[in-house]
């Protein structure tokens, strides 16, 4: 039944569609979430698939920009089971003027399409929408869908400069946060959503400080080991979900992983622990399991627990546990944040909460993060020094689209030091010359090797039907949406021979395909099959196999789109299939084309395979590895943050071959027996790969599979296990 309703919900959201092009300022349009892909950004732990964009968790949601007037209203499919109201609450702030919009559901239990007004009545000029959930998924549910609105959109939101994960109960959910006595009314008890709000929690309040992106992951009631509920559910269990109360089997994609996961469990164990005959013993390995679980999903993220805001509780196993995975030296912290219980059933008010979200703030800054973190702050005064001397520099188009979208921001009045940072870098990238680090097509020969995930094969780009096309495959049954974010900066897709798609889709398929790709101007533009074809992609024959040929070329050229030459920079492809066999998308007539001419590639002492960079021994240093290869002079190792790296190598890095100033090629590091990322072979690295055999955890990814076969002969086993252990304990 879920897939019935996935189907019928995309068949009424691409009903929703206009023509593609987006309209003039004066115009009305709804858009889908689908359609707006690369101008929308999200927020926190929110789901893109098909046209539909999932904000389930607090603080989930999205922000947008757009050049228009008016109001501006969101369609959206609601289900609301609180024990109370039948209702759920969001934070809308618009120009940086917050407000709290309540959306009520007729009935519980039941999906309900229902439209919101964001805003009303803004005046002309340019504007930005930040939308957040505030209350909890085991609360109630929310499905984006479109959002109506007079204007036309402006590019979207700068990537944010860290991510933070947080794993908690109500504390982080913002449980009972918005009363307190002075309100003159009772106590309203528990599960009432009136008085939550997961926009002020002491998380969410850190992460505006640092300018981070919040994804919470939480239940009230729940604990790490055990709650109120009982033993049978956990946030163990929960992390890994994209949404436990929607889909307790679809995997989160963890894209991009977490720079900072913060875990803050304990108390409703404790509370529990007589009912639920829970021994301390057990909460440690609960404990234990937890931070090595948010270590795996996020290999080079800092781990911090945290307790105190309804008492300390568990602090000796807790630290116990971290001692034992190599503590602050391995990138495990403990902190107590302030006590604060003057809230609805004993949960910290606002005030409390934001108190505790300045002790973690300042903890992650003088503890945790890089001591020169905050260097990519900005004001709004050396943003307009910046644009000054953009403006007074030899216009590119990249330096005019990073010009335009700074100046947006000033127009909208944002004040976030990070995001104006941001957009300071970008306009010195332009005048550098880069366009911006795009992240672009591959080319013919890369990888070949299919890829599992989810149980569902598929291969990204499958080369070797000698017709030059290159196609994305799905096989087997059920819901399948990869986004695949294109590689190698440099290659540009030629739109003059007329590009266009080959849908070869089985019998009772739904589908569609999107590409998201870069203008001249530097602005993101999105180009969807179904709306180019005419058709409702949901609605195709039940049976024999059907063919279906999209021209996008023709779109692109028509939109002026391309530069002078034909070129267009292909971000990303989003292939959506529900179908019980397999159905193959093929690019044809895309000739690829490198703007700098010849692109080398990664050789030397360690050898390449699908993008990884294997065989590398641990305790190996950046300048030794570089030594090795045979580029040296233009070879640099980064760390998921785009951080060049000088000391240990470590699995999940980069090596990046740089010639004119940009980067031709870039390969994965893999250590040999280093699942963790921190460039050595310890006990922790043997247990991640045991949980992974035994599908206790999530799959390892291509470099941690490199690095996991110790012994070489192209399978992990218990035999690589076992090697691991060994080297660790040496």
């Given at each position: ?94 120009d940086g003027q917050s407000s709290r919009v309540r959306v ?94 997961g926009t002020q929690t002491y998380a969410f309040f850190a ?154 703030s300042d903890f992650l800054l003088n503890t945790v993060l ?361």
């Open positions: 039944m879920r897939y019935v309703w996935i189907i019928l919900c995309i068949a009424c959201l691409l009903a929703l569609c206009l023509p593609v092009a987006f309209a003039s300022a004066d115009e009305t349009q709804t858009l889908t979430f689908g359609r707006m892909h690369g101008y929308y950004h999200t927020l926190g732990r929110t789901v893109e698939q098909a046209n539909c964009l999932y904000m389930d968790d607090v603080a989930s949601g999205f922000e947008v920009y757009f050049e228009g007037r008016g109001d501006v209203t969101l369609t959206a499919t609601v289900l609301c089971n609180s024990e109370f109201e039948a209702e759920q609450y969001l934070l809308v702030a618009v009520s559901c007729s009935q519980k239990n039941v999906h309900e399409r229902t439209w919101i007004k964001l805003a009303s009545g803004l005046s002309q000029g340019a504007h930005h929408i930040e939308v957040y959930r505030q209350t909890e998924a085991q609360i109630s549910l929310c499905c984006a869908e479109a959002l109506t609105f007079t204007g036309h959109l402006l590019s979207g939101a700068p990537d944010k400069p860290l991510v933070i994960d947080v794993i908690g109960d109500s504390l982080s959910g913002g449980y009972g946060c918005l009363w307190n006595s002075s309100l003159g009314v009772a106590d309203p008890g528990d599960n009432d959503p009136y008085y939550e709000d992460g505006k400080t640092l300018g981070a992106d919040v994804r919470v992951t939480q239940t009230s009631g729940y604990g790490c080991v055990a709650g109120w509920n009982g033993r049978d559910v956990n946030l163990q269990m929960m992390y890994p979900i994209t949404c436990w109360w929607r889909d307790q089997t679809s995997a989160y994609a963890f894209d991009p992983q977490a720079d900072v996961v913060v875990i803050n469990l304990g108390d409703n164990d404790y509370a529990t622990r007589s009912a639920n005959n829970l021994s301390n013993a057990e909460f440690k390995a609960g404990a234990k399991n937890l931070m090595q679980m948010a270590r795996n999903y996020n290999l080079n993220a800092k781990i911090v627990w945290c307790t105190g805001m309804s008492g300390v509780f568990y602090q000796n196993e807790i630290t116990a546990a971290q001692n034992e995975l190599g503590g602050e030296a391995a990138g495990y912290y403990f902190l107590i944040l302030p006590k604060g219980m003057s809230g609805a059933v004993t949960h910290p008010t606002v005030a409390q909460q934001r108190a505790a979200g300045d002790v973690l890089p001591s020169d973190y905050t260097s990519a702050k900005a004001t709004a005064e050396q943003l307009r020094s910046a644009i000054n001397t953009a403006k007074a520099a030899t216009q590119t188009a990249t330096i005019a689209g990073a010009v335009a979208r700074a100046e947006t921001e000033l127009a909208v009045g944002t004040t976030d030091p990070y995001r104006l940072g941001a957009r300071r870098t970008a306009i010195e990238n332009a005048l550098a010359g880069d366009a911006g680090g795009l992240s672009l097509m591959p080319k013919e020969g890369i990888s070949k090797t299919p890829i599992a995930k989810d149980g569902v094969s598929y291969i990204w780009p499958y080369y070797g039907y000698g017709d030059g096309s290159v196609a994305l495959y799905k096989g087997g049954d059920g819901f399948y949406w990869p986004q695949i974010t294109t590689a190698y900066n440099n290659a540009l897709v030629d739109i003059d021979e007329t590009p266009y798609w080959r849908i070869d889709f089985a019998s009772d398929t739904a589908f569609n395909i999107s590409l998201t790709y870069r203008k001249p101007d530097g602005e993101l533009a999105y180009v969807n099959a179904a709306t180019l074809s005419n058709i409702d992609s949901t609605d195709l024959p039940a049976h024999n196999r059907g063919v279906l040929t999209v021209d996008f070329g023709a779109y692109i050229r028509q939109m002026g789109h391309a530069d002078s030459e034909g070129l267009v920079p292909i971000l990303y492809c989003d292939m959506f299939v529900i179908g019980q066999t397999d159905t193959c998308v093929r690019l044809y007539d895309c000739r690829f084309t490198d703007e700098a001419g010849d692109v080398s590639t990664i050789t030397g002492r360690y050898s390449v395979k699908d993008g990884v960079l294997g065989d590398i021994p641990a305790g190996t240093t950046a300048d030794r590895l570089i030594n090795m290869m045979d580029q040296s002079a233009s070879l640099v190792v980064k760390d998921a943050k785009g951080n060049t790296v000088t000391g240990l190598v470590g699995t999940g890095m980069t090596l990046e071959l740089i010639q004119n100033g940009a980067v031709v090629d870039r390969v994965i590091i893999a250590v040999t027996g280093d699942v963790t990322g921190d460039g050595r072979v310890t006990s922790v690295d043997a247990r991640a790969v045991l949980r992974s055999l035994l599908g206790q955890s999530a799959p390892l990814s291509a470099a941690a599979t490199a690095a996991a076969d110790y012994n070489s002969d192209s399978t992990v086993s218990t035999t690589d296990v076992r090697h691991m252990l060994s080297a660790g304990l040496a």
